[in-house]
C-alpha cells in the first residue's frame, strides 16, 4: 500500500514536472504577443496544473497520516517486542510444581460388582502411593525471590537459590527411596544409611520430611559452605523448611 502510494505521488509529481516545462517552454518561445486562442489554451493549462497541485496536496497529506500512523505502530511493536524480551531474559529455569500422591481414575460407567473391585484396587493403590509418597521441596517463584532482603540475598542468584531446591529434593527422594524399601533388599552400604536415618528420627519428625548435611553430601555434589548456609536462611525465609536442631545435628523439615 505505502509503496503504491508513493508511486502514485512520483507519478504525479512528474507529470506536473512536465506540464510547467511545457508551459514553460511555450511562453520562452513567445517573443511577441500570444494569440488570443494560445492565451485561452495556457489558461486552460493552468487550472489543469492547479487542480493537480490540489490533488498532489491531497495525497501528500494522506502520506503524512498514513506516516503519523506508521510511527504509532512503530511505538506499539516496539514497546511488544520489549516486553517479549523481558519475558524471554526473566523465564524461570524451574517452575512451581505441586506434588502429591497420583488420584486412579474412575471409569464413567460401572457395575455393581466393577465398582467394589475398583474401590479395593484404589484403596490398595492410594495405600501404596501415600506409603511411597515424597515430600518435594517446591522451588522458590521470582516475586519470593524479589522479596528477599538484598542483604540476605547478597550475590546469590534466582538460578543458584533453585539449583539448592533442586539438590535437596535429590537428597530427601534418595533417602526415603531408601526407608520405603525393605531391609532385606538393601545392599550392606544402603542398610547402613537406613540406619542412620531411622537413629535421626524423633517424635517432632513424625510424619515429617527432612535431611541432615550428610544426606547432602552423600546424594549430591552440592558444596556445604558458608554460601549454601546463607541460601538456607533464605529458604526458611521463604517458608520453604525450618531447621530442628537436637542430637548434635540440624535436620531441616520440608514445610
Known amino acids: ?59 501528500v497529506e494522506q502520506q503524512k497520516e498514513q506516516l503519523r500512523h506508521l510511527k504509532e505502530l512503530e ?3 516496539q514497546k511488544n ?3 517479549v524480551q523481558h519475558l524471554k531474559n526473566n523465564i524461570p529455569a524451574h517452575m512451581p510444581r505441586t506434588t502429591g500422591p497420583p488420584i486412579g481414575c474412575v471409569p464413567a460407567v460401572v457395575t455393581q460388582k466393577d465398582a467394589a473391585g475398583l474401590q ?8 501404596k502411593s501415600k506409603k511411597n509418597f515424597v515430600r518435594e521441596m517446591e522451588f522458590i517463584t521470582m516475586p519470593e525471590f524479589e522479596s528477599i532482603p538484598q542483604y540476605m540475598r547478597g550475590r546469590v542468584s534466582y538460578d543458584q537459590l533453585n539449583a539448592t531446591v533442586q ?22 552400604h544402603s542398610r547402613k544409611l537406613h540406619q542412620r536415618f531411622k537413629e535421626q528420627e524423633t517424635k517432632d519428625t513424625k510424619g515429617q520430611f527432612f535431611v541432615v548435611e550428610d544426606d547432602i553430601r552423600e546424594f549430591t555434589q552440592v558444596k556445604l559452605d558458608k554460601r549454601f548456609q546463607g541460601m538456607l536462611h533464605m529458604l526458611r525465609h521463604c517458608q520453604r523448611l525450618r531447621e530442628l536442631r537436637g542430637g548434635k545435628i540440624t535436620r531441616y523439615v520440608l514445610l
Open 75 to 77: 511505538k506499539t511493536f
Open 81 to 83: 517486542l520489549e516486553d
Open 167 to 188: 539438590g535437596i529434593n535429590v537428597a530427601v527422594k534418595a533417602k526415603y527411596k531408601i526407608l520405603h524399601q525393605s531391609v532385606k533388599t538393601l545392599s550392606n
Open 120 to 127: 479395593t484396587v484404589q484403596v490398595e493403590n492410594i495405600s
Open 1 to 59: 500500500m505505502m509503496s503504491r502510494n508513493m508511486g502514485e505521488l512520483e507519478t504525479i509529481t512528474n507529470h506536473i514536472h512536465d506540464r510547467i516545462s511545457s508551459m514553460q517552454r511555450t511562453l520562452d518561445l513567445s517573443v511577441a504577443e500570444l494569440p488570443q486562442d494560445k492565451i485561452k489554451k495556457l489558461g486552460h493549462e493552468l487550472s489543469d496544473l492547479e487542480r493537480l497541485v490540489g490533488a498532489f496536496e491531497d495525497c
